[in-house]
Nanobody, 122 residues
Framework: QVHLVESGGGMLQAGGSLKLSCAAS????????FGWFRQAPGKEREFVSA????????YYADFAKGRFTISRDNAKNTVYLQMNTLKPEDTAVYYC???????????????WGQGTHVTVSS
């Protein structure tokens, strides 16, 4: 059974940094692409970033470029999202997802974690 467990969320002031982690189990980690999505209250789940299994190519939403960095450690079966210069509009539940391919549409991802809350105050 596949499990994705996010951690690292929290509350902080604008301008600060957080590093989210996603620990995966029950799957061939190195053969999956991983992504981060987020969902703010009253809004749809949106793509944040993804990293491929084949060559660790990375993809970012426009709002994440230059501030967020996705990485993966295949030896630890863990994916990370380093978030810097956080803004109040980054407040959301952040979800880890796994899929065979990169896709900007949340509905097409195969596996999901339960999410971790990030709250950024001004």
């Amino acid at each position: 059974q596949v499990h994705l467990v996010e951690s690292g969320g929290g509350m902080l002031q604008a301008g600060g940094s957080l590093k989210l982690s996603c620990a995966a189990s029950g799957m061939p980690f190195s053969r999956y692409t991983f992504g981060w999505f987020r969902q703010a209250p009253g809004k749809e789940r949106e793509f944040v970033s993804a990293i491929t299994w084949k060559d660790s190519s990375t993809y970012y939403a426009d709002f994440a470029k230059g501030r967020f960095t996705i990485s993966r450690d295949n030896a630890k079966n863990t994916v990370y999202l380093q978030m810097n210069t956080l803004k109040p509009e980054d407040t959301a539940v952040y979800y880890c997802a796994a899929n065979r391919l990169v896709d900007m549409s949340a509905g097409r991802w195969e596996f999901w974690g339960q999410g971790t809350h990030v709250t950024v105050s001004s």
